[in-house]
């Protein structure tokens, strides 16, 4: 399933507009902006993506993301010292 494939299906299960699904991968929920992200959470109906909002990207990235993604995002963070562990801990 393509990333946009899975914002085109996640807004109309949920009876959103996916007008901006093609460009940008990111549909609004009552004013709430919703982000499409690789996913890697193990679930065996996971579609290889999920719906983040803008405060749970990172923490996404770093604990949920597919193991390639994760790691590759963990090294950058490390090296520009960006890497927040109260983020890792919200989420789990
Ligand atoms: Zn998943």
Redesign the pocket.
């Known amino acids: 399933m393509t990333r946009e494939e899975y914002v085109r299906a996640y807004a109309l299960e949920e009876g959103l507009s996916d007008e901006w699904a093609y460009a940008l991968g990111y549909i609004e929920d009552k004013g709430k902006v919703l982000i499409a992200l690789p ?5 065996h109906d ?5 719906m983040v909002t803008p405060d749970q990207v990172n923490p996404h990235l770093e604990v ?1 993301t597919p193991k390639k993604l994760r790691e590759t995002f963990t090294e950058v963070t490390k090296e520009l010292g960006l890497r927040g562990e109260s983020a890792i801990r919200s989420v789990i």
Do not use: E, M, R, V
Request: proline residues 9%; aromatic residues 28%.
């Open positions: 996913c890697g959470c193990w679930a996971c579609p290889g993506w999920t949920f």
